[in-house]
């Protein structure tokens, strides 16, 4: 192919190839016109410059109307494929163009916090430039699905390195509170919760992949201190947690800011433990540390201050515990 010619075809538009698949498709100029909403007479310079530009008649006149000439038939495989190219480019444009400019942002969240943390999103409206965010809960494959991009971002304890993925400690959460049964007969050691005492019943706990998924600080302190725990039980769902706390006569910590939402629960209590208490359950090393987990900058769908944005959120949930 000359350089002439290869100018000559890459002035032709797109429309004029699609004037020529419909042709070569239906045999008719008129079917052309129809098709693509236009006058004949535009079919008609369309198939003139066509012609031009590919010295050929590419077609001939027939009783049944207009047939290819051989170059066309070598001509139709290409431009199809063509067509259909940029077909596929439109509907892409149409797609992005027409799609909701503030994509769902998949975060997962350690089931401890999920509830505390939906409040605090749905109540900011700072967040309406991010769009909807979708909270899953923070399970084993979580750090996978965020390297793949199935999901964007954890809120998590697990810190275990992962090929790719960046950890940003956000803080921990100092304060611990107790919830069991609204009739359970802890209650009658207030204000004196202490650990030794909460040993003595059931012991529940919801499981946090990093943090106490190997060993809960209560089942440690007891070994420590040369206590039996009566039991303890690790569930993995909230519902079961509360379920268990109403029927199994077992007790569970929870975390500061989760703390309105279980008082609210119907036939839960809740109450702080005692600061020397918590320092005996945590020690230097037992407290949970949040930590962000996310892709590389280069691989994130959510821009630098979107970031800011639920960092902060994060940050302020955290130290209003």
């Known amino acids: 192919m000359t350089n002439h010619t290869l100018k000559k075809i890459s002035e032709l538009d797109v429309f004029c190839l699609l004037v020529f698949k419909i042709i070569f498709q239906t045999g008719h100029a008129n079917s052309a016109a129809k098709e693509l909403n236009v006058s004949a007479p535009k079919i008609s310079r369309c198939l003139t410059m066509l012609r031009t530009t590919f010295d050929d008649e590419l077609f001939y006149r027939r009783q049944l109307g207009l047939k ?19 077909a596929k480019i439109e509907q892409v444009a149409f797609e992005v163009n027409h799609f909701d400019s503030t994509p769902i942002l998949n975060i997962a969240v350690t089931p401890g916090i999920m509830a505390s943390l939906s409040l605090v999103l749905c109540n900011n ?52 509170y107790l919830a069991g049964n609204s009739r359970h007969p802890i209650w009658e050691h207030l204000p004196h919760l202490s650990l030794d005492e909460i040993c003595k019943h059931p012991f529940l706990y919801l499981e946090g992949k990093g943090f106490n998924d190997k060993i809960d600080p209560l ?11 009566l039991s303890v039980e690790k569930v993995k769902g909230k519902e079961q947690w509360y379920s268990n706390l109403l029927t199994m006569g077992s007790l569970a910590f929870a975390p500061a800011v989760e703390a309105e939402i279980i008082n609210n629960m119907p036939g839960i ?24 987990i996310e892709k590389p900058t280069s691989h994130r769908r959510y821009t630098v201050e979107s970031r800011e944005m639920i960092i902060n959120i994060i940050k302020g949930l955290l130290t209003s515990s």
């Not at 750090?143 to 964007?152: K, N, P, V």
């Not at 089942?219 to 725990?229: F, N, V």
């Open 219 to 229: 089942e440690l302190y007891c070994r420590q201190s040369g206590i039996e725990l």
């Open 269 to 292: 209590r809740i109450e702080e433990l005692p600061e020397a208490e918590m320092k005996k359950l945590h020690g230097d090393m037992m407290s949970p540390q949040y930590y962000l």
């Open 68 to 86: 290819p000439t051989p170059l066309a038939e070598h001509l139709y495989e290409p431009i199809c494929q063509f067509c259909d190219s940029v």
């Open 125 to 176: 409206d700072s967040l309406k430039s991010i769009g909807k965010i979708r909270l899953h809960p923070w399970k084993d494959d979580s750090a996978e699905l965020i390297h793949s991009g199935g999901l964007d971002l954890g809120l998590a304890f697990d810190n275990s390195h992962h090929l790719d993925l960046n950890f940003e400690h956000l803080g921990t959460l100092d304060s611990v």
